[in-house]
């Protein structure tokens, strides 16, 4: 992650918690569209902190990821320090001590599950990727010793039923990995680029598509299976692509990607041809660092971004691209991460940086019901 100390962290995400994979999961990031939630009628309003930040890895939290634990919504982040922490979403206490293992950052966390066991995946500066039993804390097998760099993003998918973990490292590859047994899939796939600072795993017609955001400012999405291009690369930032994601805007498959110095828009692409759809979200005076996909309280889909130096959080109309609200401010410190989760019914934003404080945001619609 090359944020502060070169520090280029996704976000992952690749969430199952975005409603366009359930292979992906989490919980959040990331295959058919989920029904739209009923609205949200009580909880705090659009915007407001569900409660008061609480205490992260110190000094920064550099990854994010909302999963499920025991019926319960869990945040888990992933520290400076080369923890990993499972927190209660609800209260922001922890779940158990952090998990130890990675010898740096943790520039990267995915949530999934192994045979019905909440697991948790973390890739960091050591060049390992890690997966964790999450009610434990225990390691699940061996690290993951493919990459010749810095695991730089991590994201959680299927390929025919069976878990995977897709990771992207400085030497400019996206690697594929059994979820329950470490197992390489297939070989290193080369992005032709130096660095990949992004990967999201998303679906188009049944298959699994991985989506890479590299150094170079340019997006490759790769059919999971076959390890062939969908479609030409995209020049799609005037500088680094730092964070991508996956949604689904009505019936249509899309990746999301987020840009960084030079570069602090926010783009949509249909997932199965490249094209872009609509014009780049702008509003963001720094990089875009961290994406989200999900839906407000009402269903309507959104993107959620954090801006590393601006140190806002803000919500974007995916359909339209046009913000909704003001943007959230109260980090004291650079942003390095934001997930999207629910919480009661109530969908929340939840973003983390440098101050070492984690904070969750109400997604209830500010739009009056019809």
Same mark, same amino acid.
């Given at each position: 992650m090359l944020a502060a100390a070169a520090v280029v962290l996704v976000i992952p995400v690749a969430l199952w918690l975005t409603p366009i994979l359930t292979g992906a999961l989490p919980g959040s990031t990331p295959s058919t569209a989920e029904a739209a939630p009923k609205p949200a009628t009580t909880g705090p309003p659009f915007g407001a902190l569900v409660h008061e930040p609480v205490k992260g890895q110190q000094p920064w939290v550099l990854s994010l990821a909302v999963g499920q634990w025991d019926g319960?919504?869990?945040?888990?982040?992933?520290?400076?320090?080369?923890?990993?922490?499972?927190?209660?979403?609800?209260?922001?206490?922890?779940?158990?001590?952090?998990?130890?293992?990675h010898q740096g950052p943790v520039w990267s966390v995915a949530a999934g599950e192994v045979d019905g066991r909440p697991v948790v995946v973390s890739g960091g500066r050591d060049g390992t990727v890690r997966v964790w039993d999450q009610a434990t804390g225990e390691p699940v097998g061996k690290p993951f010793q493919g990459h010749r760099g810095s695991v730089e993003s991590v994201a959680v998918g299927s390929v025919r039923g069976r878990p995977v973990v897709v990771s992207g490292g400085l030497e400019g590859a996206v690697r594929v990995s059994d979820l329950a047994t470490g197992e390489a899939i297939g070989g290193p796939v080369s992005t032709g680029s130096a660095w990949v600072l992004a990967v999201a795993v998303g679906e188009v017609n049944g298959r699994p598509i991985v989506v890479s955001g590299d150094h170079d400012g340019t997006v490759l999405m790769t059919d999971l299976i076959s390890g062939? %291009? !969908?479609?030409?690369?995209?020049? #799609?930032?005037? +500088? %680094? !692509?730092?964070?991508?994601?996956? #949604?689904?805007? +009505?019936?249509?498959?899309?990746?999301?990607?987020?840009?960084?110095?030079?570069?602090?828009?926010?783009?949509?692409w249909d997932l199965a041809t490249g094209e872009p759809i609509g014009r780049p979200f702008t509003g963001h005076q720094s990089w875009a660092l961290g994406l989200a996909a999900g839906q407000l309280g009402d269903g309507r889909p959104i993107v959620v971004s954090g801006g590393y130096e601006d140190r806002t959080v803000r919500v974007w109309d995916l359909a339209t691209g046009k913000p909704i609200g003001r943007p959230f401010e109260g980090h004291q410190g650079l942003i390095e991460a934001v997930a999207i989760g629910r919480l009661d019914g109530v969908p929340v934003a939840v973003s983390a940086g440098n101050d070492g404080k984690v904070r969750v945001w109400s997604l209830r619609s500010p739009y009056p019901s019809p």
């Open positions: 319960r919504p869990v945040a888990v982040s992933g520290g400076y320090d080369g923890t990993v922490l499972v927190s209660d979403l609800a209260t922001g206490a922890p779940l158990h001590q952090p998990f130890t293992g062939a %291009p !969908v479609a030409r690369r995209l020049e #799609a930032h005037q +500088g %680094p !692509v730092e964070s991508a994601t996956v #949604a689904r805007l +009505g019936d249509r498959p899309v990746a999301i990607s987020g840009g960084g110095q030079g570069d602090h828009s926010v783009r949509v």
